[in-house]
């Protein structure tokens, strides 16, 4: 349920009616809007709670929330958030762009990219130092020696640094040295990951698993405000069908769905969803174009030579380019990019 408070409500208030709603065996979240202020009431719903609730001093009404995700839902807030950690600001008007390698592989590799996208306008650096990889005899990543890296890089070039985390064990290591922790497709419903992130303070991106549904994806970003942490970026990253000319499917309509369904903001990442380099700036401009709130690009000095997903990786120039048209589509949009 939601406990809307009238317009002029009081802090007393609104703090009276959290403590109603605590006391009823609820879990209140409070979200303040630019309008009013609302208490999420979550929890099993018992005989008489609404009526008992709508009593109290100060509330203007009390509604079911019909999604099946509570706190993500647009019911709950109507307005989009915005995602903000360094450099990097995502959601509700300002668009995102957060490229970099696949992996960090070495200081030249990291920190060349750093430049070159900083230069062309990037706003946050992505790499993963943790590697999900689909064969366990791949490059798996330089793990903390790669988390040093990228702070080197944020140290140098003022980006903020997104990476994954992979493991429950390594949520502490990688919010140390990270501003954004990724949470990868193949790790979208672990649980138990998805509540070790939810405690620690720092935004997350959270990738779409690859046979995921919305409702999967929305009930897994649940898990995450559910612990606390409001700093949600949701991103689409395709989707495996029968179709086999692209690495995955990478279905823009999501875009518009999840904002019509969310507040939290929508990254795409053109890289996973396509797998083809040459697709890949066509595909990022119509993100932009579909309303997304920012990308996610794998950029590489050398990409014929990338320890992994070198095919899928924009040289400098390439990218250089895309974030030109990006931007032109952004500020047709009355966009920030
Ligand atoms: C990545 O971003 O490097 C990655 C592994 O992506 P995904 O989890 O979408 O496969
Ligand atoms: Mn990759």
Known sequence: MIVVMEKGATQQQIDHMIERVENIGLKAHVIVGTERTVIAAIGEKREQMKESLESGSGVSEVVPILAPYKVASREVKPEPTRVCAGSLEVGAGK??????????????????????????????????????????????????????????????????????????????????????????????QNYRLLEAVGKVARPVLLKRGASATMDELLLAAEYILNEGNPNVMLCERGIRTFEAHTRFTLPLATVPYLHHKTHLPVVVDPSHGTGHTYLIPDMAAAAVAAGADGLILEVHPDPENALSDGYQSLTFSEFESTMRRCRKIATALDKEL
């Open 95 to 188: 668009i995102g762009m957060i490229a970099g390698p696949c992996s960090v592989e070495s200081e030249e590799q990291l920190l060349s990219t750093a430049r070159a996208v900083k230069a062309a306008g990037a706003t946050a650096l992505r790499g993963g130092a943790f590697k999900p990889r689909t064969s366990p005899y791949s490059f798996q990543g330089m793990k903390e020696d790669g988390l040093k890296l990228l702070a080197a890089a944020r140290e140098e070039t003022g980006l903020a640094v997104v990476t994954e985390v992979v493991s429950t064990d390594d949520v502490d290591l990688v919010a140390h040295y990270a501003d954004v922790l990724q949470v990868g497709a193949r790790n979208m």
